[in-house]
């Protein structure tokens, strides 16, 4: 097994050298020095147009790698600090493009700036992208990893609480709501016994009104008892019916 192992190593990094020796074949000595020359010249150039300001900078609009490539480089300019001046790069070889890596160096930080050169005319190779790269330690991008996590996670956490609170007050706007009506039933109750009263008056005005005869008979009747001449000395408002037997009566 071990055996095994150790030679699919082996083929491993031949196959690695192999692919190197053969990049580093299509790349030319002279036009890869040619070419990190070319991109370092053109960065300290975009360098002395952002030292001079915006209004500097937009009069570059019309080509937009070298714009874009401004605006990267001044945002990375915050981080870098003071560029001391470039050192070296690579270049790759990807289909009809260069990739040239320009290893800058600067007071806060160092950076790689990335310029992406069309091969599609090797006689007039041309700059169609310009990107700055700042290289932190590792203990800065774990301070800003972790930063984001936790900028993420309260996020989070902040609109978790805020949607408990919404939620929590839809149960008093439900207790707002019943409130209401047993005000209004409570009114309806207080309004029934008045109610009934005047039907009772009512009643009690139809009672005299259709009986009218009757209440004539029962008050010549009861003046006769009391032995006087007429029924101006009382009123008969009302008759009611008697429920009693007349056993109960004596």
């Not at 050192?87 to 800058?104: A, C, H, L, P, R």
């Not at 700055?132 to 993420?152: D, F, H, P, Q």
Request: aromatic residues 6%.
């Amino acid at each position: 097994m071990r055996k095994l192992l150790a030679i699919l190593g082996v083929i491993t990094c031949m196959i690695g050298l192999c692919a190197c020796a053969q990049e580093e074949e299509t790349i030319d000595p002279a036009m890869k020095e040619s070419l990190i020359t070319q991109c370092s010249s053109v960065l300290s150039s975009i360098d002395l147009v952002v030292a001079q300001g915006e209004e500097a900078i937009a009069q570059n609009r019309a080509n937009a790698a070298i714009y874009n490539g401004m605006l990267s480089w001044q945002r990375a300019l915050e981080d870098i600090g003071q560029f001391n001046g470039t050192e070296g790069g690579t270049v790759q070889v990807k289909e009809d493009e260069f990739v040239v890596d320009i290893n800058v160096n600067g007071s806060s930080h160092d950076a790689v700036v990335e310029f992406v050169v069309d091969n599609s005319d090797p006689t007039q190779p041309i700059i169609t992208g310009i990107a700055a790269n700042v290289s932190y330690m590792l203990g800065e991008n774990m301070t800003k990893a972790l930063m984001n996590t936790i900028l993420g996670m309260g996020t989070v956490f902040i609109v978790l609480i805020f949607i408990s609170l919404l939620i929590s007050c839809f149960g008093l706007f439900s207790k707002i709501g019943a409130k209401k009506p047993k005000k209004e039933t409570d009114s309806a109750v207080q309004s029934a016994p008045a109610a009934d009263s005047v039907v009772e008056q009512i009643a009690q005005k139809e009672e005299l009104t259709n009986d009218a005869e009757l209440v004539a008979v029962i008050a010549a009747a009861v003046a006769a008892y009391e032995g006087s001449g007429s029924t101006d000395g009382f009123v008969v408002r009302s008759i009611r019916k008697s429920n009693k037997s007349k056993w109960q009566n004596a």
